[in-house]
């Protein structure tokens, strides 16, 4: 059994109608954030969700861990239907699911003390006596190293680095060792040199902790450090899954390949080539029938137009949405 099991996921948020709207009887209009999403996470496994703005993967990072309710579907962890928990339960069952924010200064009290704050999840799950929680943020300062760990305890966030609460986020969200985590573009608004050392112990964290995650990011390049599989999310659906390998070896959806073909390639003497889509993403209120990527896709045929692909095993796992295939 999977650690997460996503099965037909939507999110469909209404669109505020006017008054004049009401009057006229206009019908009540959705953004179809996510439409019809399934995957699997197995344990010790990372699974990136990889997409422009506007994707839906944020908000699929919110549903699976239930911060927003899901329109319908399910979510899985563990074994544990996450949606049909009443609030108390849900209230216990979050120290198994922990999110690491994008933004460390927005998520961390200004006025807690960092080993107060790395401190806080053992508090409210009341895991430890308070000289266990104690010993146990050291042990995790000093493994996301921010050393000396009794220096670090004491500071406030104001008096570190971007990258040094970025490790404070990170510590605060392993420290109730969850079952699962997930990671929204834990490292896009830190500076590229910092980015690596992030992600290089995001890397070693994953080895060590045997973590299942779910890593969030608009920037395929950040998955080869921690990822083992890889989805791609168009207009509120996946538009294929694989392996780090197939992915990048072998994408096979035309907006795969467009992605891959914006990572930088480090070595000039490799040419690759460039797909660059046409125009903008569509409005997800009224997605294109067919295939949602048919307007830009410079493969699309006339069946892109009216019939929806769906995802298909093209061998060794790798599924693919695609007429093509
Ligand atoms: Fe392009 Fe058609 Fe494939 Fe969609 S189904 S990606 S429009 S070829």
């Known amino acids: 059994m999977a650690m997460v099991e996503v099965k037909d996921l939507k999110k469909y948020f209404p669109v505020r109608r006017t008054f004049i709207d009401a009057i006229l009887g206009k019908p009540q209009l959705y953004v179809k954030a996510v439409d019809g999403v399934s995957f699997d996470i197995e344990e010790g496994e990372v699974l990136g969700l990889v997409g422009e703005s506007g994707s839906g993967k ?28 009443d609030v108390e339960e849900l209230r216990r069952f979050r120290r198994h699911i922990q999110l690491i924010f994008q933004d460390p200064m927005a998520s961390l009290n200004p006025y807690m003390r960092i080993g107060d704050a790395v401190k806080h999840p053992l508090d409210i799950h009341n895991i430890g006596s308070p000289k266990d929680r104690k010993r146990m943020v050291l042990e995790m300062l000093e493994r996301v190293n921010l050393t000396p760990p009794d220096e670090f305890y004491k500071r406030y966030p104001k008096e570190l680095s971007g990258g040094q609460r970025q490790r404070v986020v990170i510590a605060r969200a392993l420290i109730t060792k ?45 998955t080869k450090y921690v990822c083992d599989r890889i989805a791609v999310m168009y207009l509120g659906k996946i538009v294929e899954i694989g392996s780090f390998e197939q992915i990048y070896r072998s994408p096979k959806h035309p907006y795969t390949k467009a992605l891959i073909s914006a990572v930088p390639e480090p070595d000039p003497k490799k040419k690759k080539e460039k797909f660059i889509p046409q125009g903008e993403v569509p409005n997800p209120i009224n997605p294109p029938p067919g295939c949602r990527f048919h307007p830009r896709c410079p493969f699309a045929k006339d069946i892109c137009k009216t019939k929806e692909p769906e995802l298909k095993d093209v061998g060794d796992g790798q599924m693919v949405a695609c007429h093509l295939y």
């Not at 549903?63 to 949606?83: A, F, N, P, Y």
């Open 178 to 222: 969850p079952k699962f985590v997930v990671a929204d573009e834990a490292v896009a608004m830190l500076d590229v040199s910092i980015r690596s050392q992030l992600l290089k112990l995001l890397a070693d964290l994953k080895k060590d902790f045997n973590l299942t995650m779910l890593f969030i990011t608009h920037d395929l390049a950040t």
């Open 58 to 85: 944020t908000t699929t990072g919110r549903l699976v861990l239930r911060l927003i309710e899901l329109t319908d579907g399910s979510v899985k962890i563990d074994g544990k239907d996450i949606s049909k928990l």
